[in-house]
DNA sequence: CATTTATGTAGCCATTTGCCTACGAATACT
DNA sequence: AGTATTCGTAGGCAAATGGCTACATAAATG
């Protein structure tokens, strides 16, 4: 399971997706994130170092124990693919915009 | 290729994130869309095909033409999944929330 | 120092992916 | 009618993916 290691390959598996959102709201060991899937350790460790690898996840390492956090500058790569298509659905955003102009003129 | 047919798997692939970028201005036909990639068109057809069955894409027959079209209503909800993520980036987002409220309560 | 605990790695396997070359179907053109 | 054009589908192939069972490494623990 080498080569392709790019946010969005990344974000394709739902394991991959669902570790992710646990983590966001607090870093959590590997067999911490492990427990809470039913695949095996290994498999979620491997999750673990794609994640890692493209920088959706960062380690810190403490004694024996590794610790995963969520890296927000990298997540932010996702949204701004769709950001050029967000004004085709999202109205409440344009109307924000046009508010943060007037904003910025004062 | 078959199975699995959801929008983050469809997003993993390169050619298909173009497709996105290159019909959301304007539909396109099938043929005008495969002209702008080196594969073969078959390739593409298959790509169209993904992103049509999991709904990203809109066809729209006219003769023995069909036009590829976004589904805006699709492409949100990639959005959806990285919204819980954004205040963890985007200061100016919280600072626009702010103001929205305000905004509101007048 | 031997043992348990926390993780990662190696190697194997079935399935899926992406790509290509025919080929088929339907619509337009002469 | 016969031919050209626009597309999708079938089938085959190499590579990538996700999962599992050992096994390796390294740090706590008794």
Redesign the pocket.
């Known amino acids: 399971?080498?080569?392709?290691r790019d946010i969005f390959?990344a974000i394709?598996?739902p394991?991959r997706r669902a570790i992710l959102l646990l983590v966001a709201s607090q870093s959590m060991?590997?067999?911490?994130i492990a427990a809470n899937f039913?695949?095996?350790?290994?498999?979620v460790?491997?999750?673990?170092?794609?994640l890692t690898e493209c920088e959706l996840l960062e380690?810190k390492k403490n004694?024996?124990?590794?610790y995963y956090h969520l890296n927000p500058k990298k997540m932010k790569e996702i949204a701004d693919f769709i950001e050029p298509f967000r004004k085709m659905w999202d109205e409440r955003f344009n109307k924000l915009e046009a508010i943060m102009k007037k904003y910025k003129k004062k």
Chains 1, 2 share one sequence.
């Open positions: 399971m080498n080569l392709r390959q394709a598996d394991t060991t590997a067999g911490g039913d695949t095996a350790r290994p498999t460790s491997k999750h673990l170092r794609i380690q004694g024996r124990e590794i």
